[in-house]
Nanobody, 121 residues
């Protein structure tokens, strides 16, 4: 069964750090583009980052977020540093068999269920 499961979300203070993880089962993430998306209340879902043969970060997270892979654990991480209230959203990971970063949702075949990240003091 193909599945993506996010973990590591929660409540964090502004300026703090959080690491999200996306664990896959039923297929190997090593051969897939993994994208991170987020959706804040009342807003459209947006691409935050992706990892493939290249790497992408949306402007608002550049220099603060880092994506990394642990192929041995079939997991991709999103390290979120110096978080801001504007980072509050439900975060989703997604996988695309074409190993090239994309920011469009319909490029991705598999999606996690989403995990809440709240940045607040």
């Amino acid at each position: 069964q193909v599945q993506l499961v996010e973990s590591g979300g929660g409540l964090v203070q502004p300026g703090g750090s959080l690491r999200l993880s996306c664990a896959a089962s039923g297929f190997s993430l090593a051969h897939y583009t993994v994208g991170w998306f987020r959706q804040a209340p009342g807003k459209r879902r947006e691409a935050v980052s992706c990892s493939a043969s290249d790497t992408y970060y949306t402007d608002s997270v550049k220099g603060r977020f880092t994506v990394s892979r642990d192929n041995a654990k079939n997991t991709v991480h999103l390290q979120m540093n110096r978080v801001e209230p504007g980072d509050t959203a439900v975060y989703y990971c997604a996988a695309d068999p074409h190993f090239e970063c994309g920011t469009m949702e319909d490029e991705y075949d598999y999606w996690g269920q989403g995990i809440q990240v709240t940045v607040s003091s």
